[in-house]
């Protein structure tokens, strides 16, 4: 089992929608969890990153942690074209030291339709 | 613009040719990773330095090695490429917030390699 789970989709929405976007993982030693998102032909960018379980909002974009599921979520609300773009979620725990590894999911690609 | 800069943008080459990818990081960042992304493996750690010195390894090739120099800019070598190595290649940088563990990487737009 991999240690992150990310459905590649792609993912087809018209403007406006919510959009879900999902992970899932193995190791309960994850202590925080980001949102990369990457543009075609562009590298990744943090759009959101949190540590406890729960929910984090920042404008259209809310983060969800479900440590007791092992589940993490990405909710788009009023989603728009220029929102289309590869969404990673991220992972990292304490690998020894004050060393942290970060594990990546594979990506969604998201579109979003005018 | 992410203030981590890496070159180039496009490299074509040979099975069996050596390239050099070449990253600055974000001003004021000690740390540097390498990241190798496929279409089918995702985003795969390579390897990261911190202020000059080789910090975590992950899924990096014996063909392939890096150095941070000490005016903090880094190196990723690639050697004796084969057709798999083609592939997008990041550089990214962070504050190295180790002691908190939230690894706050800042992307360059990468290098795309393609081997023929």
């Known amino acids: 089992q991999k240690e992150v789970e990310q459905d590649p989709g792609p993912l087809s929405v018209p403007e406006g929608a919510i959009v879900s976007l999902n992970c899932t993982y193995s190791?309960?030693?994850?202590?925080?969890f980001m949102w990369y998102r990457q543009y075609s032909r562009k590298g990744p960018e943090l759009l959101m990153y949190?540590?406890?379980?729960g929910n984090k909002e920042d404008g259209r974009f809310t983060a969800q942690v479900d440590k007791s599921s092992k589940y993490i979520s990405l909710f788009i609300r009023d989603s728009q074209p220029s929102d289309s773009a590869t969404y990673l979620c991220?992972?990292?725990?304490?690998?020894?030291?004050?060393?942290?590894?970060?594990?990546f999911g594979k990506g969604t690609l998201l579109t979003v339709n005018p | 613009d992410s203030g981590v800069t890496q070159t180039p943008k496009h490299l074509i080459t040979a099975t069996g040719q050596r390239v050099t990818l070449r990253c600055s990081p974000r001003?004021?960042?000690?740390?540097v990773y390498w990241y190798q992304q496929s279409l089918d493996q995702g985003l795969q750690f390579l390897i990261q330095?911190?202020?000059?010195?080789?910090?975590a390894k992950g899924n990096i090739l014996e063909r392939f090695s890096a150095q941070q120099f000490p005016d903090l800019h880094s190196e990723l070598n690639l050697s004796s490429l084969e057709l798999g190595d083609s592939a997008l290649y990041f550089c990214?940088?962070?504050?190295?917030?180790?002691?908190?563990?939230?690894?706050?990487?800042?992307f360059g737009a990468g290098s795309r390699l393609t081997v023929l």
């Open positions: 990214a940088s962070s504050e190295d917030r180790s002691h908190t563990g939230a690894n706050v990487l800042t």
């Open positions: 190791n309960s030693a994850f202590q925080y």
């Open positions: 949190t540590y406890s379980s």
């Open positions: 991220a992972m990292s725990l304490r690998s020894g030291g004050s060393n942290y590894k970060l594990t």
């Open positions: 001003s004021g960042d000690l740390s």
């Open positions: 330095y911190y202020n000059g010195e080789e910090r």
